[in-house]
């Protein structure tokens, strides 16, 4: 597979959503009233070239300058436009000329059905896997996201390597894409259709969290996910038992956080101020964080939330005087056979499971 099969694929092949073989590269799920709005004044031409797997919203994004990789013909660039405002801007990439023909001929009109004198919205063509060759400045993105992209480029490991270069301390990879339950078959990925549609390419969930902390993204924490159907016989039967899920993640650009969820005595209470989450901040899978309420956390959480845009929203107890071991309720518990053990062993914890 190379990224010409890609481009005709996606250029060519497919004109529309509907020529989709398989769901894979399709959102599913609820879909907050928020961006129901926003989406609603997307240019037509533009939502029908759309072919992601999630919903690419984190919170907090105005004034924010955001990334998107593989952007295509521009819905999620256009959506994250309205929300982070005339302030804020969003750069799509993509290597496919005739995805970016859509989104350009539009950016005027969506500056105007957002209400911005400008476009705050720009398009750029080149390949995900070397993103030091766009001109882009290190260290100047607030948040790099992509919508069911990764699985289709040819080096994993360099997209995650070119994301952090960009990304600023403290900013975060937040973006969804499709996961396989097992490895999938070199022969597998020769397949253009199967390649195509988001199935072939995609890594092993393992691998990928692997990947991840190589590239310096030290403690990968998976937002959402839910299970892919092919819902394609033929398909479904070259794939064989390969299971595969759409996943989306967030991945904080943060030093030196540690391999393990380690116990500090720290808590957050969540102000309640973030629009569209006034009763619960969900950071992840693990931590959802109601409003008002004093919620324990790991030490890599702490972080995640007091060195991150998400600060000014929390007020923060404890600090780093004292370690009290492995975050309790974490699924991880310490290897040895100890017997009784003196404290709160095996104690039950309020706070989230990191």
């Keep these: 597979m190379d990224h010409e099969s890609v481009k005709e694929y996606y250029g060519e092949v497919l004109q529309t959503s ?3 073989q398989t769901n894979a590269c399709c959102t599913a799920g609820d879909m907050p009233d928020e961006l129901k ?8 031409e533009v939502l029908a070239k759309y072919y992601g797997c999630g919903l690419l ?30 302030t804020g801007q969003v750069v799509g990439v993509d290597m496919t000329d005739a995805q ?8 005027d009109f969506h500056a105007e059905a957002f209400g911005h004198d400008k476009p705050n919205t720009v398009f750029l063509t080149g390949l995900i896997e070397e993103l030091d060759k766009l001109g882009l400045e290190p260290g100047s993105f607030d948040i ?11 080096d994993k490991a360099a997209v995650l390597r070119g994301v952090y270069d960009l990304l600023k301390p403290g900013g975060e990879m937040y973006f969804s894409d499709v996961y396989a339950d097992r490895r999938v078959p070199d022969a597998l990925r020769q397949d253009e259709v199967l390649y195509g549609e988001c199935l072939s390419g995609a ?3 393992n691998d990928f969290e692997n990947m991840a902390r190589t590239a310096g993204f030290s403690d990968p924490r998976l937002v959402e996910d839910r299970v892919l159907t092919v819902e394609n016989n033929e398909i479904q039967e070259r794939l064989g038992e390969i299971g595969f899920h ?6 904080f650009k943060i030093a030196a956080l540690e391999p393990a969820c380690e116990d500090y005595g720290q808590a957050v209470i969540y102000k309640g101020d973030l629009a569209g989450a006034q ?23 702490y972080r995640m939330l007091h060195e991150t845009r998400f600060a000014p929203y929390f007020d923060f107890i404890g600090t780093w005087d004292k370690h009290y071991g492995l975050f309790d309720g974490c699924g991880k518990a310490i290897p040895f056979d100890t017997g009784a053990v003196l404290g709160n062993a095996g104690g039950e914890n309020s706070g989230g499971c990191c």
């Excluded at 970016?100 to 950016?107: C, E, F, I, K, S």
């Excluded at 009763?279 to 959480?301: Q, S």
């Design 18 to 20: 509907a020529d989709l």
């Design 37 to 44: 709005a926003i989406l609603s004044k997307v240019h037509d």
């Design 57 to 86: 919203a984190p919170l907090a994004l105005k004034g924010a300058r955001i990334l998107d990789l593989g952007c295509g013909a521009g819905r999620d660039v256009y959506a994250l436009s309205a929300m982070v405002g005339p």
């Design 100 to 107: 970016l023909d859509v989104a350009r001929r539009h950016q």
């Design 144 to 154: 790099v996201v992509s919508n069911c992209v990764l699985n289709l480029a040819m």
């Design 203 to 205: 890594l092993y969930w």
């Design 246 to 251: 759409s996943a989306t993640y967030r991945l």
């Design 279 to 301: 009763d619960i901040f969900v950071l992840d899978k693990h931590h959802a964080i109601e409003a008002g309420r004093v919620f324990p956390v790991c030490g890599n959480t």
